[in-house]
């Protein structure tokens, strides 16, 4: 074999030795990138914190969720309790407050052209009305559109609702008052909505509040959902036996 060939078949083994070099090299660390080794695995765990809910630097223990609950703020309602008032219900008779003293009463704010939830809250005084026969507790709704809701209106609405008008009284009056009350004294919202179609014109509440004997109101509930409906009797049970 010449001294030419000898020297092409070196430099083709040193060629193909050093590609395969960088082929095994490639794969190590191919295999590095997926399977990195304990130590520095437990060293940048060590490292993973998550701010608590009262915003310390403490690792969650298990089962802890990343995210804080959300936290109810708690409603303080006027120590006076709600205004004297003098509204007028669906018999187109004044009731005032001082009707309403000596025994608790749950009051819901709704309208009688809702298109929304307001059968839904009307359902749920039906069903408490029947829940608590005895003249020892009474309901109050107040409409949130005076303008439209006369007396004449309400006591349609009544009749359709099955009412008891001794002790399910539906109020109308001056719609400043109305809200000022709904506003101030209860502490729900109520405002003309901004783009009335038919059935939505007033954005208002489905939560019904519960007043003590004294007129003061001492708690809110969804009438929408049953726990707090649930909820609502209990505490209304409880200003009962008081």
Known sequence: MSEQAKSSRGGLFVVGFVLWGAVFVALFFMWKQRNPDQTAKSETDSELVIMSGN????????????????????????????????????????????????????????????????????????????????PNVNLVTFTVDPDHDTPEVLAKFAHFWEADLDRWFFLTGDKDTVYNMIQKDFLMPVAPSPDPTPGWEIIHTTNICLVDKTGKVVGKYNSLKEDEVVLLRRDLDALLKN
């Open 55 to 134: 915003g310390s630097s403490e690792e969650p223990a298990a089962g802890d969720s990343a995210i804080p609950e959300p936290v109810e703020i708690k409603i303080t309602w006027p120590e006076s309790g709600v205004r004297n008032f003098t509204l007028t219900d669906s018999r187109n008779e004044p009731l005032s407050k001082n009707d309403l003293l000596g025994k608790p009463w749950i009051a819901s704010f709704i309208f009688t052209r809702c298109a929304g939830p307001c059968p839904r809250v009307a359902a749920a005084f039906k069903e408490l009305q029947k829940r608590y026969p005895e």
